[in-house]
T-cell receptor, first 110, second 113 residues
Framework: GENVEQHPSTLSVQEGDSAVIKCTYS??????FPWYKQELGKRPQLIIDIRSNVGEKKDQRIAVTLNKTAKHFSLHITETQPEDSAVYFC?????????FGPGTRLSVLP | EAQVTQNPRYLITVTGKKLTVTCSQNMNHEYMSWYRQDPGLGLRQIYY???????DKGDVPEGYKVSRKEKRNFPLILESPSPNQTSLYFCASNLGGAYNEQFFGPGTRLTVL
């Protein structure tokens, strides 16, 4: 089955700097790659997603890139703010079978 | 308000005592899923449902049952809970097709003693 790895497990950045989180997947049939943000004690919420027919997608300070050949995708957050502090999960799916990475705890230091 | 609800939010039980966690969505979504979240392991899909009476196993289905008798409801059943099922459980739904964004419920924290 699908296996999703995510790095780093923890990331600390200074406010205003950029943050990058990387994920790899194993099943070349996966075709949808969402990123979720989970604040402490809250439910996960979608922040951006990308499909396998697209290489890059951007939404304000957040961007995702996908390299299908290498089977990896990355989340880029620019101009980080304290409210970006949370746990971020990547996922890969085909159909309704979603496999999540173990998560990255991002801390933005003021 | 469009939402996914789960009940109960917190549950402490003992080994072997059957329990059900309910999940309901009011968005007319076709698809629903159950996940468990454990530290360092992320979210792991237990079961998912594509429609009424259509369910399939996720990555960690052992020890769980589900049913989808109505479109809006997708209960998770633990017939004989064990301590290794102590976890945070999330229900989610999505519209499907080009709209795969999963909307998560608030979570149910289950402790099995």
């Amino acid at each position: 089955g699908e296996n999703v790895e995510q790095h780093p497990s923890t990331l600390s950045v200074q406010e205003g700097d950029s943050a990058v989180i990387k994920c790899t997947y194993s099943d070349s049939a996966s075709n949808y790659f969402p990123w979720y943000k989970q604040e402490l004690g809250k439910r996960p919420q979608l922040i951006i997603d990308i499909r396998s027919n697209v290489g890059e997608k951007k939404d304000q300070r957040i961007a995702v890139t996908l390299n299908k050949t290498a089977k990896h995708f990355s989340l880029h957050i620019t101009e980080t703010q304290p409210e970006d502090s949370a746990v971020y999960f990547c996922a890969a799916s085909k159909g309704q079978n979603f496999v999540f990475g173990p998560g990255t705890r991002l801390s933005v230091l003021p | 308000e469009a939402q996914v609800t789960q009940n109960p939010r917190y549950l402490i039980t003992v080994t072997g005592k059957k329990l059900t966690v309910t999940c309901s969505q009011n968005m007319n979504h076709e698809y629903m899923s159950w996940y468990r979240q454990d530290p360092g392991l992320g979210l792991r899909q237990i079961y998912y449902s594509m429609n009424v009476e259509v369910t399939d196993k996720g990555d960690v289905p052992e020890g769980y049952k589900v049913s989808r008798k109505e479109k809006r409801n997708f209960p998770l059943i633990l017939e004989s809970p064990s301590p290794n099922q102590t976890s945070l459980y999330f229900c989610a739904s999505n519209l499907g097709g080009a709209y795969n964004e999963q909307f998560f419920g608030p979570g149910t924290r289950l402790t099995v003693l």
